[in-house]
């Protein structure tokens, strides 16, 4: 059995997991009602899916951990990031950790739980993943998955609270601005579906000017250069389309206000010959419509 640190113990204690089987809480945590936000209930999802594969794992120790987090969140109780109280982390990996947890911390302050509240919730569910298997350090694979999502989700949440300097726009007609569909282009590198700092400052964008309009949308369409083959350009159109979604959504817009489409290496910005490789090509496109 592994070391749990004090303060997981006093956390199974609260929601009455002591003197009962271990593996337990999952069943608990599943039947819990969430009360709370967007942020709280986004934990609560992410505290449940970690409880249940670390008992499919059959580590039930760290599934009634997970569960108990999930039970204090739809509480409307979230508790802090995991730290070196809670868990025990050999020396190497201590300082990747802790800078880690810093900017998360960081990012809660600065309101990251209301105005990005699915990332953030995402990137603390993902810290503690991270810790958790960094504390066994028996799959490296798990370990990656793990902070590899926690820094795509903390990236969108530190964004969300870092005011972005946009140009003014021209004085609306009164009594109310006039919505006019308006376009933002993401850029991405070759073969790939990863934002750019740049990138998600246009996704940021275009999610302000949509949220400013009710009964607006947004149509995410991804492109490819000509490199590669059609149907290969197809699949990374759409993930890059995807890739566009999600970061919406975690900006909390709606997702049912979001479609994604695919045109791959069709209607290039600049036409090329096939095999060529074209960065004003590799783009997704952010339609913001009624």
Not at 97 to 124: H, W
Not at 132 to 141: F, H, I, K
Not at 147 to 166: M, S, Y
Request: net charge negative; with cysteine; proline share 6%.
């Amino acid at each position: 059995m592994r070391k749990i640190g004090s303060r997981w113990a006093t956390a199974l204690v609260l929601v009455g997991f002591v003197g009962a089987c271990a593996g337990q809480g999952l069943q608990r945590a599943q039947e819990a009602e969430p009360q709370g936000d967007a942020f709280t209930s986004g934990l609560y999802d992410g505290y449940v899916e970690l409880s249940a594969a670390e008992f499919r794992e059959g580590d039930y120790d760290d599934s009634d951990v997970f569960a108990a987090q999930a039970i204090a969140a739809a509480g409307g109780n979230p508790g802090l990031p995991a730290d070196f109280d809670f868990r025990v982390i050999a020396d190497r990996d201590r300082p990747a950790l802790s800078s880690a947890r810093d900017r998360l911390v960081a990012a809660l302050n600065a309101t990251a739980s209301q105005k990005a509240p699915a990332a953030a919730a995402e990137a603390q569910v993902m810290f503690d993943c991270w810790m958790q298997e960094q504390e066994e350090n028996l799959q490296p694979d798990h370990i990656e998955a793990c902070r590899d999502a926690f820094f795509a989700a903390l990236r969108i949440a530190e964004a969300a609270v870092v005011p972005v300097a946009v140009p003014e726009p021209a004085p609306p007609p009164p009594p109310a601005p006039v919505f006019e569909s308006r376009t933002f282009v993401v850029y991405f590198a070759f073969d790939s579906n990863i934002l750019t700092e740049d990138g998600l400052v246009e996704i940021i964008k275009a999610a302000d000017y949509a949220k400013a309009f009710s009964g607006s949308r947004i149509e995410v369409v991804g492109h490819t250069d000509r490199a590669g083959s059609e149907e290969y350009n197809l699949g990374l159109g759409t993930r890059r389309a995807i890739t566009g979604q999600d970061a919406l959504v975690g900006l909390d817009l709606g997702r049912s206000r979001i479609t994604t489409d695919s045109l791959g290496e069709r209607e290039p910005a600049k036409p090329t010959a096939d095999g060529v490789r074209e960065p004003l090509n590799r783009r997704a496109v952010l339609y913001v419509v009624r």
